[in-house]
């Protein structure tokens, strides 16, 4: 029988994304870009810090890690806790060797499910936290809260539950001052990719980033550049997944060309030496690639690597140059490292 390359595509990105799903329930890497990185297996987390050092992190049992963010003087994890039957956040503050937890913002409403919660940042300090709950999965919400560096303020509803998930949260400080939160939200026929940004104290109203469609568009990603944002997601054709990109100028996103081929899925953006990382996950062949982008998207060179494992790897420039992506090993203290070699983009 004759497997056509669309069907096969097809059907390797499906197998990749429950993979994905199924294996972030034993590790995870999660990148702040720069060189700070943590990989989690069970109830541990190994932290890597730009200089090298490394240090470990004991997990409460139902743990999960969703990011890290580098502050002044150290860094803040920020995950979820999941214990009979409820969620809620966790926050933990690194600084001189010293791990401090830091309150989680209140719960007014009492929902039973919080988590995904990005810490948002800005010039080394936190200055609040955007957050997703709500009774369940199908009826959730965004919501976000200030911090003052000893209390939250009152929280504020980002976007109220609509008709099914908002899922895979995230966000960035602009260098305006402004801050940018995107999800995925189901809008009665599929995932769709949708902004918020807070600008003189108020949210604005959720909108759709991309042009509207009827095919899924999930797990997106955003880093702040000189003249706005990026973004990228995995969005399918109907067939299969690939990664687009998008740029954000002037209170306005704009798609940029297609940045991954089919196939691809899994994009993440972080900072590199001067510009901007984006990796991502291939199916077949099963590779990761690593491109350097311009802060307005455009593409700068690549690198690529063979590598089977679903896990995400972290990503560092060693000696500021060279691509070097490290996977969880059996133990998280003994990683798979594997330099790749910068080349033209294509």
Do not use: C
């Not at 890497?29 to 004991?58: C, H, M, N, W």
């Not at 740029?247 to 900072?271: K, Q, Y």
Request: net charge negative; aromatic share 6%; hydrophobic share 40%.
């Amino acid at each position: 029988m004759k497997v056509t390359t669309h069907k096969l595509l097809a059907t390797a990105a499906l197998v990749l994304l429950a993979a994905s799903a199924a294996e972030a329930q034993l590790g995870r890497t999660v990148d702040a870009g720069g060189g700070l990185y943590l990989q989690q297996s069970f109830d541990r987390a190994l932290i890597r810090e730009p200089s090298g050092k490394a240090s470990e992190l004991a997990l409460p049992p139902g743990t999960t890690l969703y990011r890290i963010e580098p502050l002044t003087g150290g860094w803040i994890v920020a995950g979820e806790l999941d214990a009979l039957g409820r969620s809620d956040l966790l926050l933990l503050r690194g600084e001189s060797g010293a791990r401090t937890p830091v309150p989680a913002p209140p719960n007014p409403d009492e929902h039973p499910m919080r988590g995904n919660p990005v810490p948002l940042v800005e010039r080394g300090e936190l200055v609040a936290l955007a957050w997703i709950a709500g009774p369940g999965v199908m009826q959730s919400a965004v919501y976000a809260s200030l911090w003052s560096g000893v209390d939250w303020s009152p929280v504020e509803l980002v976007s109220p539950a609509g008709p099914g998930t908002q899922i895979a949260l995230t966000g960035a400080v602009l260098a305006d001052g402004s801050w940018l939160l995107l999800w995925s939200a189901y809008d009665g026929t599929d995932d769709e990719i949708v902004w918020s940004r807070r600008e003189a104290g108020a949210w604005s109203a959720p909108e759709r980033l991309h042009e509207a469609n009827d095919k899924p568009d999930i797990g997106p990603s955003v880093i702040a550049t000189g003249r706005g944002a990026l973004a990228a997601w995995s969005s399918s054709d109907g067939t299969t997944y690939r990664v687009k990109l998008a740029g954000f100028e002037n209170g306005a996103w704009r798609e940029l060309e297609i940045a991954g081929p089919r196939g691809s899925v899994h994009p993440t953006l972080t900072h590199g030496d001067g510009s901007v990382l984006m990796l991502y996950r291939t199916v077949v062949p099963p590779t990761w690639t690593v491109h350097e982008l311009g802060e307005r998207g455009q593409p700068l060179r690549q690198a690529v690597v063979a590598h089977e494992s679903t896990f995400r790897p972290g990503l560092a420039l060693e000696s500021g140059t060279v691509p070097t992506l490290e996977w969880p090993g059996v133990e998280v203290a003994t990683p798979v490292r594997v330099e790749a070699e910068w080349r033209a983009e294509p």
